[in-house]
Every structure is written in structure tokens, then in C-alpha cells.
């Protein structure tokens, strides 16, 4: 057999294995709110990986499935800070440690980051204790997050959420 007919082999087997087993770690959620626009918009689709839920190699401005502490809901949010940081909001920017984060997500590419909340927005200094995540809308004005409900511990987040080359499907 040549070299081309193995790798056909392999690529549909993987396809089987992804359509039969994929759902145990996978699946697509539908997001129902704007508030992760635009990166995910509201109605679209994206895809979450449960295989990856609590692991402690998450990376500030991941996308996770988070559930709410004491409620069933489930949300889309960004992990922001993790344990033994400082997250803090002064005018509506993000700093940790005392250094303002870089959100390049708040906007599209190519275009000016929106003005969404002419008020500035504050948030005080709090850090981030045990083994949990401190987790944020894209849109700041109105969606829950962490700053209603506090920082998540890692095994309420239920799973990793990306999207096909930035794109929702």
C-alpha cells in the first residue's frame, strides 16, 4: 500500500471515531444572548470540548463553559485571572497584577473597538483565591459574570469553547 492509501485510511477512521464517540467529548451549544459578541454572536453555534473541562493549563482570554455557582444555568465567559491573581476594573479596563490586559476580542478585526458604555465601569481589586477562575462577558454592560457571581472553581467549568477559525457554524 502506498503512502497516500494509509493516510486515507487514517483520516476515515478518525471521521468514525469522531461521529461515534465525539459526542462523549464534544458537542455544539447555541449561543443565546449577545454577550460574547462579536466573537461568538448571539444565535450562532460553537463548539465545546468536554474532554478539556477544569484543566489547570487554561490560557487568560479562553473561551469556557462555566456553570453559574448554585444554579444550573450554563454561560459562555472568558477566563481572565486564576489563582493568586489580582483582577481589578478601573475604567473599564481589565488589569491584573496591576497591568492592564490587552482584550483585542472586544472588537472585530479591522475595525474600532465599540463604545458600548459611555458610564466607565470599576471593579475593585480582588484576588483570586483556591483553584478557581475569574471569569468575564465580552460585552461588560448587562451579562453576568464574575462580577455578580464571583470567580468559578475549575470544576464548574464544564468545558473549553472554540470556534472553526474564529468562525461559529
Same mark, same amino acid.
Given at each position: 500500500m502506498g503512502w497516500f492509501f494509509k493516510l486515507l485510511i487514517v483520516f476515515v477512521l478518525m471521521a468514525v471515531a469522531a461521529v461515534l464517540g465525539g459526542s462523549q467529548y464534544s458537542a455544539g451549544v447555541i449561543m443565546v444572548s449577545p454577550a460574547m459578541e462579536p466573537a461568538i454572536p448571539e444565535g450562532a453555534r460553537a463548539f465545546v470540548n468536554?474532554?478539556? !473541562?477544569? *484543566?489547570?493549563? /487554561?490560557?487568560?482570554?479562553? *473561551?469556557? *463553559?462555566?456553570? &453559574? %455557582?448554585? $444554579?444550573? =444555568?450554563? /454561560?459562555?465567559?472568558?477566563?481572565? !485571572? #486564576?489563582?493568586? $491573581? =489580582?483582577?481589578?476594573? +478601573?475604567?473599564?479596563?481589565? #488589569?491584573?497584577?496591576?497591568?492592564?490586559?490587552?482584550?483585542?476580542? *472586544?472588537? !472585530?478585526?479591522?475595525? $474600532? %473597538?465599540?463604545?458600548? +458604555?459611555?458610564?466607565?465601569?470599576?471593579? %475593585?481589586? @480582588?484576588?483570586? @483565591?483556591?483553584?478557581? &477562575? #475569574?471569569v468575564l462577558a465580552d460585552v461588560r454592560r448587562g451579562p453576568r459574570d464574575s462580577r455578580h457571581f464571583g470567580s468559578v472553581k475549575r470544576e464548574l467549568i464544564l468545558g473549553r469553547v472554540w470556534t472553526l477559525f474564529g468562525m461559529t457554524f
Open positions: 468536554y474532554s478539556s !473541562a477544569g *484543566l489547570s493549563n /487554561l490560557k487568560r482570554g479562553q *473561551l469556557v *463553559l462555566v456553570r &453559574v %455557582p448554585g $444554579e444550573e =444555568t450554563v /454561560l459562555i465567559r472568558r477566563a481572565m !485571572a #486564576f489563582k493568586g $491573581e =489580582t483582577v481589578e476594573i +478601573n475604567n473599564s479596563e481589565v #488589569f491584573i497584577n496591576g497591568t492592564k490586559i490587552a482584550e483585542p476580542w *472586544l472588537h !472585530a478585526p479591522n475595525t $474600532e %473597538p465599540r463604545i458600548e +458604555n459611555p458610564m466607565p465601569e470599576y471593579y %475593585p481589586s @480582588t484576588q483570586i @483565591t483556591g483553584d478557581e &477562575v #475569574f
